[in-house]
């Protein structure tokens, strides 16, 4: 646990995790998958040459590391939100200046009260989800904000680490 701590602070303790957080930086591959990978892969060659029955026990143990890894990490994963709000232009400024991001937005109509309203996307991390509905509740009580996990991104986006 301290190992994943130690990452999720943009840290290192030397070894694979340099070159898993290498390969999850430019590919949509998670640190702890890709670190899972790597050690299997020495496990696997060390059985062939000693201990199946150990080198078991040593996967799985790199299984559950993998697991408490991905979990700590998990407040960077990327998430698409979605505002359907009246205040448009004010919450996409403020959005904007909070999160130095980018915020598109379009106007639409809702069928159900037949009244105009502005759409807002931005991509954020889990992490920053308090701080958008804390932003967004200031601005209009009334909006509402969608979440969409997102896998895969292209483009400018930052992941804060």
């Known amino acids: 646990m301290e190992l994943a701590i130690i990452l999720r602070l943009g840290g290192s303790v030397g070894g ?3 070159l898993s957080r290498v390969i999850a930086k430019y590919t949509n591959f998670s640190i702890g998958k890709s670190g899972l990978i790597f050690s299997a892969s020495i496990v696997t060659i060390s059985a062939l040459i000693f201990d199946i029955q150990l080198a078991m026990y040593t996967i799985l143990s790199f299984f559950v590391g993998t697991k408490t890894y991905d979990a700590i990490l998990n407040i960077a994963e990327k998430n698409v939100i979605i505002i359907i709000t009246n205040e448009g232009e004010e919450l996409a400024s ?32 889990e992490l920053e989800w308090m701080e958008v509905t804390h932003a967004v509740k200031s601005i209009d009580p009334g909006a509402v904000i969608l979440s969409l996990p997102t896998k895969k991104t292209f483009g400018k986006f930052k992941l804060k680490w």
């Open 16 to 18: 694979l995790d340099i």
């Open 94 to 125: 403020l959005l904007t200046a909070k999160l130095n991001r980018e915020v598109n937005s379009w106007k639409d109509i809702s069928v159900y009260s037949e009244k105009k309203k502005t759409v807002l996307l931005c991509l954020i991390i």
